[in-house]
């Protein structure tokens, strides 16, 4: 048993900052993966991002490079979303996904058995 738990969403200003943190529990994850996924109302889950523990690789989207960084700490079994430049467009409930080993679909939801319970970013124009 994985449990996430995504905290750090709130409502922010256009070009503003947000840092996200998603706490894994249950089991150690230090061979894991880990992905942010975001999805607005009425649109499909986006990827945002993707973080690879063995090695610390991370892998973006078009849409958050230069904007979103991915992080993570294994002493707190904590990965971070921090996010700048923030748009209107960056609205939407991000979620955080793992899974237990590296796959070359990272950016496909269906390839994570394991996720939190979603944050609300709010970008306001």
């Known amino acids: 048993q994985l449990q996430l738990v995504e905290s750090g969403g709130g409502l922010v200003q256009t070009g503003g900052s947000l840092k996200l943190s998603c706490a894994a529990s249950?089991?150690?994850?230090?061979?894991?993966?880990m992905a942010w996924f975001r999805q607005a109302p009425g649109k499909e889950r986006e990827f945002v991002g993707a973080?690879?523990?063995?090695?610390?690789?991370?892998y973006y989207a078009d849409s958050v490079k230069g904007r979103f960084t991915i992080s993570g700490d294994n002493a707190k079994n904590t990965m971070y979303l921090q996010m700048v430049s923030l748009k209107p467009e960056d609205t939407a409930v991000y979620y955080c996904?793992?899974?237990?080993?590296?796959?070359?679909?990272?950016?496909?939801?269906?390839?994570?058995?394991?996720w939190g319970q979603g944050t609300q970013v709010t970008v306001s124009s």
């Open positions: 249950g089991r150690t994850f230090s061979s894991s993966s």
């Open positions: 996904a793992a899974r237990m080993t590296f796959t070359t679909n990272y950016y496909l939801a269906n390839w994570y058995p394991y």
């Open positions: 973080f690879r523990w063995s090695g610390a690789m991370t």
